[in-house]
């Protein structure tokens, strides 16, 4: 008898009168806000300006879950085309079935688009949404916690999630959170990736390429203890395959990266210092400021010292030019005044 466990919602959905709301959407948009959020902050830190990656997130986040979607459908065809299923339940995003690889490559592309109308390189906008990425992904599994899906191996253990519905083939019982290990292991992504971009300096990409690697690495071992159906190569699933091969190429990209392109982009974004978007613009501008105002002291100060009789009493030299020496003899005033306008006569 378990004497704990995590409890499955009786039900993924509630009603507002007609409108639906849906715990899995729910799960993916504020996953969504919460990437763009920090992504935001890392991107004006990197010299930046506000707002642009929810600008190029406007073509990514599309993107994405067109793509997320491309491969659950592709992977598991049989779900919507065989005998007895309906091909139109393979747009019932909302019910569950998003494959992370298709929404990272796809979404990539959308990012690329927006960031190639911008002038932006996308190594650096990708290095600035990784760890926002990784935390979108830990929110957005609990989204599978309120369908009930994904789960792992039958269990006893304290943390096991109990499920109660028999839809899709599904056995009551407890089994192995895997929405829940997956979602930590993504915070801890995340965390890793802040550390070692601080670290390192990350850059060219390399701050993403390690969040890839990271999760990959954590994918790999929670993929083999789910029990859901899955086509298998060789003894494997196939989204252990797509993890190893990601891994290492993961890998390999910052191994020849570092090697490459060492160190950070000094800009990632064209205009923004002249813009004075970012701390280090405020920063340059308060000093420019600063600096054209003891600029504009300067003169007066020196009127102040070359327009005063000095202590032994003689005349300054504004007089001098202005009107002839009192003490200079009378044929010489006439060169004296002269002087003020035009050289000197000899």
Known sequence: MELAFIPSPSRGVLHLGPIPLRGYAFCIIIGVFVAVWLGNKRWIARGGRPGTVADIAVWAVPFGLVGGRLYHVITDYELYFSEGRDWVDAFKIWEGGLGIWGAIALGALGAWIGCRRRGIPLPAYADA?????????????????????????????????????????????????????????CVGVALLVIWADRRFTLGHGRAFALYVAAYCAGRFWIEYMRVDDAHHILGLRLNNWTALLVFLLAVVYLVVSAKKRPGREPVVEPGAAEDGDGAAAEKKETGADEAEAEAAEEPADSSDSTGSTDSTGSID???????????APEGEKQDVTDGAGSAKKS
């Open 129 to 185: 949404i990784a760890p926002g990425i990784a935390l979108a992904q830990a929110i957005g599994r609990w989204g599978n916690w309120f369908n009930q899906e994904l789960y792992g191996r039958a269990t006893d253990l304290p943390w096991a999630l109990e499920i109660t519905s028999t839809a899709d083939g599904r056995v009551p019982g407890t089994y192995h959170p895997t929405f829940l290990y997956e979602s930590l292991w």
């Open 317 to 327: 030299s504004t007089d001098s030019t202005g009107s002839a020496d009192a003490s």
